[in-house]
């Protein structure tokens, strides 16, 4: 799932360095549903994501801010 200002060009297949580069402001990448990767520029919404998956009660969570 990816998340774009209206006008962008949309980027089929993403990876981080293109999720850099590009103008997606947001990306969740789930893998069997139990492995979730989440890229997102905006500090505030990390923080934000990161408490409310603590407060549901995940255990492995955890951000990294560039």
């Known amino acids: 799932m990816q998340a774009y200002p209206e006008d962008s060009i949309f980027l089929s297949r993403?990876?981080?360095e293109?999720?850099?580069?590009?103008?997606?402001q947001i990306i969740?990448?789930?893998?069997?549903?139990?492995y979730?990767?989440?890229y997102c520029k905006v500090s505030s919404l990390i923080e934000?994501?990161?408490d409310n998956?603590?407060?549901k009660g995940h255990k492995?969570?955890?951000?990294?801010?560039n």
Do not use: H, N
């Open 36 to 38: 979730v990767d989440i």
């Open 14 to 16: 993403i990876q981080y």
């Open 28 to 34: 969740m990448i789930a893998a069997d549903s139990r």
């Open 18 to 24: 293109d999720f850099s580069a590009s103008e997606c």
């Open 53 to 55: 998956a603590k407060s």
């Open 48 to 50: 934000k994501l990161y």
């Open 60 to 65: 492995y969570v955890g951000y990294t801010i």
